[in-house]
């Protein structure tokens, strides 16, 4: 069956660093997604992606936040100066609406920042 | 978007059947009715969807009533590997929206 997979794993950085996570979405999809969960708290939505460009985005997807497709098959989450509240795990979906009403989530990539 | 609620906890057995039920009272038209798993770190996972009435796949049923303002999750001869938090989502059907979870239930299945 097909997954969606992230790198990597965990990720540790120190503050005001920039991290890039990584993902790789179904292949056949053409709408991506980036969450992310707190330890403890609710998977919270940041931004959606479609045709090259961001679909929408929440309050949370402020401008440390970037997103790009550099290829056909990477779909990356920047974070331009991590703080510390930005420690969470952060999650990948893709979905091939209309034939499909699911997400598919990647298992995460937890960050680390210290 | 409607707000959900449900229970924040359930306890259950190993072979029984579990219900778990959500209330949606500000449901819209265009709204579809969602359930998502997600075991300890890891992603959500699709469990199922409806509209209306009752909808069964090969691992779970959803029962919505006439008025659409709450849905029953059916979750049949559970097992320790169901344990989990379920989360009910209402929104769009079409699949290209943001999702908005809620804090879910934890189900606990003890043998």
């Known amino acids: 069956e097909p997954e969606v997979t992230q790198t990597p794993s965990h990720q540790v950085t120190q503050m005001g660093q920039e991290v890039i996570l990584r993902c790789v979405p179904i292949?056949?999809?053409?709408?991506f997604y980036w969450y992310r969960q707190i330890l403890g708290q609710k998977v919270e939505f940041l931004v959606s992606?479609?045709?090259?460009?961001?679909?929408?985005k929440s309050e949370i997807f402020d401008d440390q936040f970037s997103v790009e497709r550099p290829d056909g098959s990477n779909f990356t989450l920047k974070i331009r100066s991590t703080k510390l509240e930005d420690s969470a795990m952060y999650f990948c979906?893709?979905?091939?609406?209309?034939?499909?009403?699911?997400?598919?989530f990647g298992p995460g990539t937890r960050l680390t920042v210290t | 978007l409607a707000k959900t609620t449900q229970p924040i906890s359930m306890d259950s057995y190993e072979g029984q059947e579990v219900n778990i039920t959500c209330s949606h009272n500000?449901?819209?038209?265009?709204?579809?009715i969602t359930w998502y798993q997600q075991f300890p770190s890891q992603g959500p996972r699709f469990i199922i969807q409806?509209?209306?009435t009752k909808v069964t796949n090969e691992v779970a049923s959803l029962f919505i009533p006439a008025d659409r303002k709450s849905s029953t999750l059916s979750l049949p001869r559970v097992s320790l590997s169901d344990t989990a938090v379920y989360y009910c989502?209402?929104?769009?059907?079409?699949?290209?929206?943001?999702?908005?979870f809620g804090k879910g239930t934890h189900l606990i299945i003890q043998p």
């Open positions: 979906a893709s979905s091939d609406p209309p034939a499909s009403h699911e997400q598919y």
């Open positions: 292949s056949n999809h053409l709408y």
């Open positions: 992606f479609y045709n090259n460009e961001i679909s929408e």
């Open positions: 500000n449901i819209a038209t265009n709204d579809y």
């Open positions: 409806g509209y209306k």
């Open positions: 989502l209402v929104g769009g059907g079409g699949g290209a929206d943001g999702l908005t």
